[in-house]
C-alpha cells in the first residue's frame, strides 16, 4: 500500500466528524466572547486612540456611527484572523470549541469573513432594524436584543446537525474540541 492510500485509509478518514458542542457551552461561550470585546472597547483610550489615529477626528464621539464601524471593523478583523488561522478565538480556546469547514480545517479567510457577516446579521440584524423601527427606548431595545439572542440560540436545536444558522449558510461547523 502506498503512503497516499494509507493516508487516505488511516483514522482521519475512518473518523466521524466531531460532535458539535452542547448549546449551553455555545452561548457560554458567546457571552464570554462578549464580555472581551466590550472590555477592549471600553478600556479608556484603546478604540479611542486606534479611532483617532485612523480618522483624525478630535473625539470619536463626534460621530457615533463612525466609532460603531470602527469597531465592527476592528472585531471584524479579530474573528476573521484568528477563525481563520486556528479555528478559534480566545473564548472558544478557553471553553474547547473550534470551528471548521470542510476536512475539518479551520475556514479560509473569505470563508471566515462571510461567516463573520452572516454572525452579525443573524445575531444582531434583526433586533437592531425592529428597534430603530419601533423607536424603541435603550431598555426595551436591549431586552429585544435578549429575546432575539435566545430564540435565534434555540432555533439551532432545530436546523440540521444542530448548527447555527450561519454556520449552515457559510458551509462552517463548531466542534467540541475536547
Not at 466531531?18 to 457560554?28: D, E, F, K, N
Not at 471593523?73 to 473564548?91: M, P
Request: proline share 8%; net charge positive; aromatic share 14%.
Amino acid at each position: 500500500m502506498s503512503a497516499s492510500t494509507a493516508a487516505a485509509v488511516g483514522p482521519a478518514a475512518d473518523a466521524a466528524p466531531a460532535p458539535p458542542p452542547s448549546l449551553t457551552r455555545r452561548m457560554a461561550c458567546f457571552v464570554y466572547e462578549a464580555m472581551l470585546l466590550f472590555g477592549i472597547a471600553l478600556i479608556p483610550g484603546t478604540l479611542g486612540a486606534f479611532f483617532f489615529a485612523q480618522t483624525g477626528q478630535q473625539h470619536p464621539l463626534q460621530s457615533p456611527a463612525a466609532l460603531r464601524v470602527y469597531a465592527l471593523v476592528l472585531f471584524g478583523v479579530y474573528f476573521v484572523w484568528l477563525w481563520s488561522a486556528r479555528g478559534q478565538t480566545l473564548a472558544m480556546q478557553t471553553w474547547r470549541i473550534r470551528l471548521v469547514a470542510e476536512g475539518s480545517r479551520p475556514p479560509t479567510q473569505a470563508r471566515a469573513f462571510g461567516r463573520y457577516l452572516a454572525c452579525c446579521a443573524g445575531w444582531f440584524g434583526p433586533p437592531t432594524l425592529i428597534a430603530a423601527w419601533a423607536g424603541l427606548r435603550p431598555w426595551p431595545a436591549l431586552a429585544s436584543f435578549a429575546l432575539w439572542i435566545a430564540l435565534y440560540a434555540l432555533s439551532a436545536m432545530l436546523a440540521p446537525g444542530r448548527q447555527f444558522w450561519h454556520d449552515l449558510l457559510c458551509g462552517t461547523r463548531l466542534v467540541d474540541a475536547r
